[in-house]
């Protein structure tokens, strides 16, 4: 700057005035270097790197632009530029030196800050992030990072040591606990949640408390992030998953089963014992004809062995039309095409009610998609409900407005008759 201001004076003007242009055109000089310093940097630096980079096989190279770390490095040129040139402003040469540190601290935050997020998306693209997910702990390294950034900053401002910061803020550790609350209830919980693998990225879980009802996309420090069936997202607190009791659909989705539990309700009264008109109609039934020809001889042999006399009905053993009607449901749900042959199979009565006899299909589908599910449900029940009637059974419901007429109208006929 003095060569600027000798020349300035050289050329006539006042020293006072030479003295105020010599620092314009320092400043202006100095600017322009770090603009053009950080166009460098930016457009030609930045142009070699980024096709390399991008052609790269390697994953976090990728990352690394994808997150412009490079380009936030950029930043720290002009403050190095600026920083080199304060000795021209002695007056002002320590605020600027203090001012430049504190920017190249900020820059640096930023840039860790990049990497962090680097770090977390190299790593996810492994198969193990989905079991061990480490988007917490990263945060939690931000978190430590930016503390210490903010009291470097604030150390320098006041021109203290960072220690006497330190030992005040563990003076206020009380104050700091109240603060990061979450973060502390998040931490421990997320490292409870990896360390017993309770849930992952990807899992269906169900919390029917917080309406979450759906897949896992997330797992941070604070919230999982889980979108539900119907497209919207809902979050959750991460220690909520530790606190309280959910759902974690995987072990379903793992055994490559998804169970059908569902009754269907009998009409008592249409149970009975099967006539021999019926017996030999249920013979021509594919599913049933080795059955009945198998317990027809089973009962036989047991009622000439205990010398049972059949001319009456209740004596001995028989057939019913709800035992033949269970045994027919058994050998079709496991004849069934969609139906897991590798887990339960079951057709069970349960205990009779109001509403008649429930009898209950116990299975699982071979698919666990959720419509492929649904699909071999209604398949299976609209079969019951249909073939029911072929074996003498009627199926429960209440009586409907429909009903009543017929039964009013049935009563005023016999009335006028």
């Not at 005035?17 to 400043?27: D, E, G, K, P, W």
């Not at 680097?118 to 503390?147: A, E, H």
């Not at 959910?246 to 009998?266: L, T």
């Not at 887990?343 to 006899?357: A, I, Y």
């Amino acid at each position: 700057m003095s060569y600027i201001l000798d020349f300035l004076i050289d050329l006539g003007i006042q020293k006072k005035m030479a003295s105020y242009l010599a620092t314009i055109i320092t400043i202006a000089g100095i600017a322009l270097i770090c603009m053009l310093a950080n166009w460098l940097t930016k457009k030609v630096v930045l142009r070699v790197i980024t096709p390399y980079v991008g052609k790269s096989k390697l994953q976090w190279r990728r990352f690394l632009l994808e997150r412009r770390v490079i380009h936030k490095l950029s930043h720290i040129v002009p403050a190095i530029i600026i920083y080199y040139f304060s000795f021209s402003f002695p007056t002002y040469q320590h605020l600027i030196a203090k001012g430049v540190m504190i920017y190249m601290v900020v820059v640096m935050l930023i840039v860790l800050d990049a990497l962090l997020d680097m770090l977390n998306d190299v790593y996810t693209t492994y198969d193990i992030s989905k079991m061990r997910p480490i988007r917490g702990y990263i945060q939690v390294v931000k978190i430590v990072v930016f503390i210490v950034g903010g009291i470097l900053v604030i150390s320098n401002l006041i021109g203290e040591s960072p220690i006497i910061l330190l030992s005040g803020i563990g003076a206020l550790s009380a104050v700091v606990m109240l603060i990061f609350k979450d973060s502390i209830l998040g931490l421990v919980a997320g490292v409870q949640l990896t360390s017993n693998d309770m849930v992952r990225v990807g899992d269906w879980i169900s919390m029917p408390k917080y309406g979450a009802d759906g897949d896992v996309l997330d797992i941070s420090l604070n919230t999982v992030k889980v979108q539900n069936w119907d497209k919207t997202i809902t979050t959750i607190p991460t220690y909520a998953l530790i606190s309280d009791s959910f759902i974690n659909w995987r072990g379903m989705q793992a055994s490559g089963g998804r169970r059908i539990k569902r009754s269907v309700h009998i009409d008592a009264a249409s149970i009975g014992f099967c006539t021999p008109e019926m017996l030999e109609k249920f013979k021509g039934i594919h599913l049933l004809s080795d059955y009945i020809l198998d317990k027809e001889r089973e009962i036989r042999h047991y009622n000439e062995e205990h010398e049972i006399d059949t001319a009456n009905r209740v004596n001995g053993r028989a057939l019913t039309n709800i035992g033949v009607f269970r045994a027919y449901l058994q050998r079709y749900i496991e004849e069934h095409p969609k139906v897991h042959k590798g887990l339960t199979r079951m057709v069970r009565q349960l205990e009779p009610g109001e509403h008649g006899l429930p009898l209950e299909i116990y299975a699982f589908s071979n698919d666990t998609a959720w419509a492929v599910y649904e699909g071999l449900q209604s398949d299976i029940f609209d079969h019951i409900f249909a073939v029911a009637p072929e074996f003498g059974l009627r199926i429960f419901q209440s009586p409907s407005g429909a009903d009543m007429r017929g039964m009013l109208q049935g009563e005023r006929s016999s009335t006028n008759y």
